[in-house]
């Protein structure tokens, strides 16, 4: 609101203000601008004031101008027309009209600063360690009134619901709705249906919710099932780690809440994702997790069937899924597992619900909602959070809204909030996309499970986020073996004596006559006798099913025998093939193409109809193409993905006049899948876990994220690592996500050169990944499609090339893509040669370097020297390694690499060339190395200084003697 100073406020000013605000109403132009801002914020709410004073009868409401202190009757508009006011009706002087709508603005931008400021002098900390608050924006005197104007009538126009009253009932109704257990931030919002939604859906009931005898019974029950199973935990592991919801307990009825509201309002599944703290709890108490699964968990029995291999994880970091029964409505529930990285779920519950929405057809998006839990130092401290609501307005990554709801321990592990951010609240960043933002007591459950209920009506209007921020504390430590009074003495003595939010609940209930004292004490009886019984059972309890490989996923198989020995069929006709090819390359009539882009599509018309040079992108639009004719959805994310970082895709045409889109592979037959292609906001971590949530919830879809340079997924690392890696292996997920990462050294300098090959392939075992560096067009149209084609998901790690994306020997034929044709994990020498016992050296290597050291070859007519492309590094293909240095039985075995000695796929093969030479029981046991020497950075910035780098690896590979070539980790040759 525009500052206006308080000395304007006074009775003295009272003409001047009026006369501002009638001009104002005639003219907005005609007033300084500050005044016309702050009168611009009052006249939402009060567009009549002016008029009603200059019009009204004034004989049937003398208390609007004085009074007598009596409550107020009700005002009634003048009649149209001079007969309407009786000759003898008094008519207010200017003076009085003056001073009338003067108390009107005054008491409207005093309604208005409690919408805005209310909550900061709520009382929603149930440890009340901040003490009396007060705001000067929120007192009466701010804005000229007295002690003595409390009981005159003053006119609102049924703001509030009151068309006039005292100052003393507004403040009454304002405190009640804005200052209670509640406080409300939504005047921030700049969509004025939404904001006004709100304000009518908290204002008409002065933000509480009148429970019935049921209700109440039900919250309490909750809250008991809460304290009952924490305490359980408490003295039956006594000192074991479970991150407890002690303090917290009403989160588990506010989750109930948004699930029975929600199921009543049309949703029938609900994602979770949560940290750590009280995820035992939602187990336990809102998915119907066993109690026994649990206890057997804490006695350190494995959390899945026996027959299921994976190193599993810790028991608060797993997830699961139920179906719950509301009203008759059945919905069900998905918790998703999260490492201890507390923000990371986030965007991967996100893509879980977008997929969820499309497989269902949910364009409305009302069917499926995402539900986030934070804790409050990680949502204020984890960029992960704030890509997360950025994601949410974004058209490719949209999904109606999400509700996130803030376990507010007012501390973090052992940090006070005065030192983990910047902000007021933790809630903040939500502000970033106008999310309205309730807060409350935690130790008053109705009012939580009311905001509850209010944050899903909102998220099933609106469609968009919406937060709410429940203050409560952390009865422990951040684990139940920490000391916090070692750091937070004064909180913890507070704790100590703080009654539980049961108990504040239960005596509320039988001073009530709710609940008699018995009816509380059984209730609690009744839970521990539960708690006492699934702990016997414990002792014996097996799982006797693991939910993978269910629904969507039956059908689909974990890996069994060699890798090597699976020929999946990827192959295309050409028929189909050409089919595709003349779609994507035939613009539609009328459709004004850049003519740069034309050439491109002419280009690509001639490579389908001649058969030959198809390049790089072809054979991407190829693979992409004929997985939709085949009925398979493809979607592909990342920065700048529609045309592509380098130039090279143009998968969307912009039309040089309108600027209207056109989509090639949307138009390739009438019957196939959807393609989405989505340009999407500069995040790496947020945009890469919604693509891996993505394809948890659907398995048949070909999902593909983009970084638009390879070093770029540095960002991600926390995906990367916690999830894509390990996911199969801690949580029994699959995932078929394929990650497209440029490399290549063509002396970009250090951070457009490697995509860090040395990174995935160190996070390679179990057959988790599968890591590739393709150097045909052809291979990787097999590779794209093979990862579709398999009945089995793994993520798939693609090293995308930048130079060879227009190589003018990085090409395919159309066979290479036809009949017969797959993929091939090692390409052997395509050269002719001497014969194989005359060939005196054999260099593995890996992408593009093979045309660097192929174009020295044959420029200087060596014929005894084979390179062979290692097109899979992962899954080591070892047979076929061992196949082609067994062919030639004379060569010396070289692994040559642009990167440094310490990163690409150096240190990685090397233990596995040295085996196979080894088992070959050839004189040479170690493979030489042939490239740069190690390095602390990834490539040089110096243009010139790569090229030297680049000719003497060459050099090193081809033509050095082998005692000549330096070794890394060895001293240098004399």
Same mark, same amino acid.
């Given at each position: 609101? +525009?500052?206006?100073?308080?000395?304007?406020?006074?009775?003295?000013?009272?003409?001047?203000?009026?006369?501002?605000?009638?001009?104002?109403?005639?003219?907005? &132009?005609?007033?300084?601008?500050?005044?016309?801002?702050?009168?611009?914020?009052?006249?939402?709410?009060?567009?009549?004031?002016?008029?009603?004073?200059?019009?009204?009868?004034?004989?049937?409401?003398?208390?609007?101008?004085?009074?007598?202190?009596?409550?107020?009757?009700?005002?009634?508009?003048?009649?149209?027309?001079?007969?309407?006011?009786?000759?003898?009706?008094?008519?207010?002087?200017?003076?009085?009209?003056?001073?009338?709508?003067?108390?009107?603005?005054?008491?409207?931008?005093?309604?208005?600063?409690?919408?805005?400021?209310?909550?900061?002098?709520?009382?929603?900390?149930?440890?009340?360690?901040?003490?009396?608050?007060?705001?000067?924006?929120?007192?009466?005197?701010?804005?000229?009134?007295?002690?003595?104007?409390?009981?005159?009538?003053?006119?609102?126009?049924?703001?509030? #619901?009151?068309?006039?009253?005292?100052?003393?009932?507004?403040?009454?109704?304002?405190?009640?709705?804005?200052?209670?257990?509640?406080?409300?931030?939504?005047?921030?919002?700049?969509?004025?249906?939404? $904001?006004?939604? *709100?304000?009518?859906?908290?204002?008409?009931?002065?933000?509480?919710?009148?429970?019935?005898?049921?209700?109440?019974?039900?919250?309490?029950?909750?809250?008991?099932?809460?304290?009952?199973?924490?305490?359980?935990?408490?003295? $039956?592991?006594?000192?074991?780690?479970?991150?407890?919801?002690?303090?917290?307990?009403?989160?588990?009825?506010?989750?109930?809440?948004?699930?029975?509201? #929600? @199921?009543? =309002?049309?949703?029938?599944?609900? *994602?979770?994702?949560?940290?750590?703290?009280?995820?035992?709890?939602?187990?336990?108490?809102? %998915? $119907?997790?066993?109690?026994?699964?649990?206890?057997?968990?804490?006695?350190?029995?494995?959390?899945?069937?026996?027959?299921?291999?994976?190193?599993?994880?810790?028991?608060?970091?797993?997830?699961?899924?139920?179906?719950?029964?509301?009203?008759?409505?059945?919905?069900?529930?998905?918790? @998703?597992?999260?490492?201890?990285?507390?923000?990371?779920?986030?965007?991967?519950?996100?893509?879980?619900?977008?997929?969820?929405?499309?497989?269902?057809?949910?364009?409305?998006?009302?069917?499926? =909602?995402?539900?986030?839990?934070?804790?409050?130092?990680?949502?204020?401290?984890?960029?992960?959070?704030?890509?997360?609501? #950025?994601?949410?307005?974004?058209?490719?990554?949209?999904?109606?809204?999400?509700?996130?709801?803030?376990?507010?321990?007012?501390?973090?592990?052992?940090?006070?909030?005065?030192?983990?951010?910047?902000?007021?609240?933790?809630?903040?960043?939500?502000?970033?996309?106008?999310?309205?933002?309730?807060?409350?007591?935690?130790?008053?459950?109705? &009012?939580?499970?009311?905001?509850?209920?209010?944050?899903?009506?909102?998220?099933?209007?609106?469609?968009?986020?919406?937060?709410?921020? %429940?203050?409560?504390?952390?009865?422990?430590?951040?684990?139940? +073996?920490?000391?916090?009074?070692?750091?937070?003495?004064? %909180?913890?003595?507070?704790?100590?004596?703080?009654?539980? &939010?049961?108990?504040?609940?239960?005596?509320?209930?039988?001073?009530?006559?709710?609940?008699?004292?018995?009816?509380?004490?059984?209730?609690?009886?009744?839970?521990?006798?539960?708690?006492?019984?699934?702990?016997?059972?414990?002792?014996?309890?097996?799982?006797?099913?693991?939910?993978?490989?269910?629904?969507?996923?039956?059908?689909?198989?974990?890996?069994?025998?060699?890798?090597?020995?699976?020929?999946?069929?990827?192959?295309?006709?050409?028929?189909?093939?050409?089919?595709? /090819?003349?779609?994507?390359?035939?613009?539609?009539?009328?459709?004004?193409?850049?003519?740069?882009?034309?050439?491109?599509?002419?280009?690509?018309?001639?490579?389908?109809?001649?058969?030959?040079?198809?390049?790089? +992108?072809?054979?991407?639009?190829?693979?992409?193409?004929?997985?939709?004719?085949?009925?398979?959805?493809?979607?592909?994310?990342?920065?700048?993905?529609?045309?592509?970082?380098?130039?090279?895709?143009?998968?969307?045409?912009?039309?040089?006049?309108?600027?209207?889109?056109?989509?090639?592979?949307?138009?390739?037959?009438?019957?196939?899948? &959807?393609?989405?292609?989505?340009?999407?906001?500069?995040?790496?971590?947020?945009? =890469?876990?919604?693509?891996?949530?993505?394809?948890?919830?659907?398995?048949?879809?070909?999902?593909?994220?983009?970084?638009?340079?390879?070093?770029?997924?540095?960002?991600?690392?926390?995906?990367?690592?916690?999830?894509? +890696?390990?996911?199969?292996?801690?949580?029994?997920?699959?995932?078929?996500?394929?990650?497209?990462?440029?490399?290549?050294?063509? /002396?970009?300098?250090?951070?457009?050169?490697?995509?860090?090959?040395?990174?995935?392939?160190?996070?390679?075992?179990?057959?988790?990944?599968?890591?590739?560096?393709?150097?045909?067009?052809?291979?990787?149209?097999?590779?794209?499609?093979?990862?579709?084609?398999?009945?089995?998901?793994?993520?798939?790690?693609?090293?995308?090339?930048?130079?060879?994306?227009?190589?003018?020997?990085?090409?395919?034929?159309?066979?290479?893509?036809?009949?017969? @044709?797959?993929?091939?994990?090692?390409?052997?020498?395509?050269?002719?040669?001497?014969?194989?016992?005359?060939?005196?050296?054999?260099?593995?290597?890996?992408?593009?370097?093979?045309?660097?050291?192929?174009?020295?070859?044959?420029?200087? #007519?060596?014929?005894?020297?084979?390179?062979?492309?290692?097109?899979?590094?992962?899954?080591?293909?070892?047979?076929?390694?061992?196949?082609?240095?067994?062919?030639?039985?004379?060569?010396?075995?070289?692994?040559?690499?642009?990167?440094?000695?310490?990163?690409?796929?150096?240190?990685?093969? =090397?233990?596995?060339?040295?085996?196979?030479?080894?088992?070959?029981?050839?004189?040479?046991?170690?493979?030489?190395?042939?490239?740069?020497?190690?390095?602390?950075?990834?490539?040089?910035?110096?243009?010139?200084?790569?090229?030297?780098?680049?000719?003497?690896?060459?050099?090193?590979?081809?033509?050095?003697?082998?005692?000549?070539?330096?070794?890394?980790?060895?001293?240098?040759?004399?």
């Amino acid at each position: 609101m +525009a500052t206006i100073p308080e000395s304007f406020l006074t009775g003295a000013n009272a003409p001047y203000i009026a006369e501002l605000y009638s001009r104002y109403i005639a003219n907005p &132009a005609s007033v300084d601008a500050s005044w016309a801002a702050f009168f611009r914020e009052l006249r939402d709410e009060a567009p009549s004031v002016l008029a009603e004073a200059r019009g009204a009868t004034w004989a049937s409401r003398p208390t609007l101008i004085g009074g007598n202190g009596s409550a107020p009757a009700r005002a009634t508009p003048a009649t149209a027309g001079p007969a309407a006011v009786p000759a003898a009706a008094a008519q207010p002087s200017n003076s009085e009209i003056r001073a009338a709508t003067l108390d009107s603005v005054r008491a409207l931008m005093l309604i208005r600063v409690y919408r805005v400021r209310g909550h900061l002098m709520a009382n929603f900390d149930p440890l009340e360690l901040e003490g009396g608050k007060y705001h000067p924006e929120l007192d009466p005197k701010t804005y000229g009134f007295t002690e003595a104007d409390l009981d005159r009538p003053i006119f609102i126009d049924n703001i509030l #619901g009151l068309e006039t009253a005292t100052l003393r009932e507004i403040l009454a109704i304002l405190k009640e709705t804005y200052c209670g257990s509640i406080g409300v931030e939504f005047m921030h919002i700049q969509h004025p249906d939404e $904001k006004a939604w *709100i304000q009518q859906r908290i204002e008409s009931i002065h933000n509480q919710t009148q429970f019935t005898v049921n209700g109440k019974r039900a919250i309490f029950e909750r809250l008991v099932e809460a304290e009952e199973f924490e305490q359980f935990l408490h003295v $039956k592991f006594t000192g074991t780690k479970r991150f407890g919801l002690d303090g917290g307990e009403a989160t588990v009825a506010a989750l109930e809440q948004i699930l029975k509201r #929600g @199921s009543q =309002l049309g949703v029938r599944e609900v *994602i979770v994702g949560m940290a750590h703290r009280g995820r035992l709890n939602v187990l336990a108490n809102v %998915m $119907k997790k066993p109690y026994a699964a649990i206890f057997s968990e804490f006695q350190g029995h494995a959390a899945h069937p026996d027959d299921v291999q994976g190193s599993g994880d810790v028991k608060y970091h797993l997830g699961t899924s139920a179906d719950r029964v509301f009203d008759g409505q059945e919905i069900h529930l998905s918790l @998703s597992a999260n490492p201890s990285h507390l923000e990371a779920v986030d965007p991967v519950v996100l893509g879980k619900v977008r997929a969820k929405q499309t497989l269902l057809g949910d364009s409305q998006r009302s069917q499926v =909602l995402g539900i986030l839990l934070h804790g409050d130092a990680a949502i204020a401290g984890q960029g992960l959070a704030a890509e997360t609501f #950025g994601l949410s307005e974004l058209k490719g990554y949209r999904v109606g809204g999400t509700i996130h709801f803030i376990i507010n321990n007012q501390i973090g592990f052992t940090t006070s909030p005065g030192y983990s951010r910047s902000s007021p609240y933790p809630s903040d960043v939500a502000k970033t996309v106008q999310a309205p933002i309730f807060h409350v007591n935690g130790d008053d459950p109705e &009012a939580v499970v009311h905001v509850a209920r209010i944050a899903t009506e909102f998220r099933q209007e609106f469609k968009r986020d919406v937060v709410v921020d %429940m203050f409560c504390y952390r009865r422990f430590g951040h684990n139940e +073996a920490d000391e916090p009074s070692f750091t937070q003495p004064i %909180m913890y003595k507070a704790i100590a004596k703080h009654p539980t &939010a049961r108990q504040i609940y239960g005596e509320r209930l039988v001073s009530e006559g709710v609940l008699t004292k018995d009816e509380v004490d059984g209730i609690g009886s009744s839970v521990r006798a539960r708690l006492d019984q699934a702990f016997q059972s414990a002792q014996t309890y097996k799982q006797n099913r693991a939910d993978w490989l269910q629904g969507k996923w039956s059908g689909l198989k974990t890996l069994i025998g060699e890798e090597e020995l699976r020929e999946e069929e990827t192959w295309v006709s050409l028929a189909m093939l050409r089919e595709v /090819g003349r779609a994507i390359s035939e613009p539609p009539a009328n459709f004004n193409v850049n003519r740069k882009i034309r050439r491109v599509l002419a280009a690509r018309r001639d490579m389908i109809e001649r058969g030959e040079g198809l390049d790089w +992108a072809m054979g991407e639009a190829l693979a992409f193409g004929s997985l939709l004719a085949e009925g398979v959805p493809v979607r592909l994310s990342g920065q700048d993905s529609g045309r592509g970082t380098f130039s090279h895709r143009h998968a969307v045409l912009v039309d040089q006049e309108t600027e209207d889109r056109y989509i090639p592979l949307n138009n390739v037959s009438d019957s196939q899948a &959807a393609f989405e292609v989505i340009d999407s906001p500069l995040s790496e971590a947020g945009v =890469l876990g919604f693509e891996y949530g993505y394809t948890l919830s659907e398995p048949d879809v070909l999902v593909l994220w983009e970084a638009q340079f390879g070093d770029f997924a540095n960002g991600a690392q926390v995906i990367i690592d916690q999830f894509i +890696a390990s996911g199969e292996s801690k949580w029994l997920r699959l995932s078929g996500l394929v990650m497209l990462l440029p490399h290549g050294y063509e /002396g970009q300098g250090p951070e457009h050169s490697s995509a860090r090959p040395e990174r995935y392939l160190q996070l390679c075992a179990e057959d988790n990944l599968q890591v590739v560096n393709c150097t045909t067009p052809a291979n990787y149209f097999h590779v794209l499609r093979r990862q579709i084609r398999r009945n089995f998901r793994k993520p798939l790690i693609v090293f995308s090339p930048k130079s060879l994306l227009r190589h003018r020997l990085a090409i395919s034929p159309l066979s290479d893509f036809g009949p017969q @044709s797959r993929f091939q994990r090692v390409i052997t020498e395509t050269d002719p040669l001497a014969g194989d016992a005359e060939v005196r050296r054999v260099v593995f290597c890996s992408g593009k370097v093979y045309y660097d050291l192929v174009k020295e070859r044959r420029d200087r #007519g060596i014929n005894d020297v084979a390179i062979l492309r290692v097109e899979q590094l992962y899954p080591w293909p070892r047979l076929r390694v061992m196949a082609e240095i067994s062919r030639y039985s004379n060569a010396e075995v070289v692994w040559c690499q642009e990167e440094p000695a310490n990163m690409g796929g150096w240190m990685f093969v =090397l233990p596995r060339l040295t085996n196979i030479l080894d088992e070959l029981k050839r004189d040479q046991r170690v493979p030489i190395y042939a490239g740069r020497k190690a390095s602390a950075s990834p490539a040089t910035g110096l243009l010139k200084t790569h090229e030297a780098e680049q000719r003497q690896l060459v050099e090193h590979a081809l033509a050095t003697a082998i005692d000549a070539i330096p070794q890394p980790f060895r001293r240098p040759v004399s």
